[in-house]
């Protein structure tokens, strides 16, 4: 268990529709990634946020946005959903927020857009 | 209890030589083994994978080599550039439908 939350699990929805995946970073971590893993690619980095500001943005699309929480967790919000977004979204927890400190993965939503 | 190991904090390597950087594992059933490239501020990039049925795999100057019997793995850069230096995690997944489980990364700094 690496201290990091994610919720849900699962979530299955229609193409065009929104979804929010929500991510709670171990305690004391003041940054948190968000990284999608697609089926045969790597983890994609997709934004990270450190202690409420976005400090880094990845491969992160227009119709994906992210917010961190004054009680520091995250929202991804995902929005007119294609069939391309279904994949495994992770999201990643550390203290500082150079990046290069060890990252502590949470256990993904899994999203399959129909 | 790490299951995939970088035993090398960091590694210094003239530019134009190779650089190769190691890693470990420990579980036998990972079946697909992944390299990302780090700079500092930004996320991991996916560098290089290999599947666990395969020995090596080529991407231009980056080539990775899976020793399955010894559980291990490497990557080599031939020749070392400056813009490589960066930090390197190894990773593995247990499954499709698995998250990537990370080393803790090399730092690797290329000397002019």
């Known amino acids: 268990d690496s201290g990091v939350t994610q919720t849900p699990k699962h979530l299955i929805t229609a193409t065009g529709q929104r979804v929010t995946l929500r991510c709670s970073p171990r305690s004391g971590d003041l940054s948190v990634y968000w990284y999608q893993q697609s089926l045969d690619q790597g983890l994609q980095f997709l934004i990270q946020y450190y202690n409420g500001e976005e400090r880094a943005k990845g491969n992160i699309l227009e119709r994906f946005s992210a917010q961190q929480f004054p009680d520091l967790h995250s929202e991804l919000n995902l929005s007119s959903l294609e069939l391309g977004d279904s994949a495994l979204y992770f999201c990643?927890?550390?203290?500082?927020?150079?990046?290069?400190?060890?990252?502590?993965f949470g256990p993904g939503t899994r999203l399959t857009v129909t | 209890d790490q299951q995939v190991k970088q035993n090398s904090p960091s590694l210094s390597v003239q530019e134009g030589r190779i650089s190769i950087l190691n890693c470990d594992y420990t579980?036998?059933?990972?079946?697909?083994f992944l390299w990302y490239k780090k700079y500092p501020a930004e996320g991991p990039t996916f560098l290089i994978s290999i599947s666990s049925i395969k020995d090596k795999n080529e991407d231009g100057r980056f080539t990775v080599f899976l020793n399955k019997s010894a559980k291990h793995l490497s990557l080599h850069i031939v020749p070392s550039q400056p813009g490589d230096s960066a930090v390197y995690f190894c990773?593995?997944?247990?499954?499709?439908?698995?998250?990537?489980?990370f080393g803790k990364g090399t730092r690797l700094h290329i000397l002019p």
């Open positions: 990643a927890s550390s203290v500082s927020g150079t990046g290069l400190d060890e990252q502590y």
């Open positions: 579980n036998s059933m990972f079946d697909y």
């Open positions: 990773a593995a997944r247990l499954n499709r439908d698995d998250k990537i489980i």
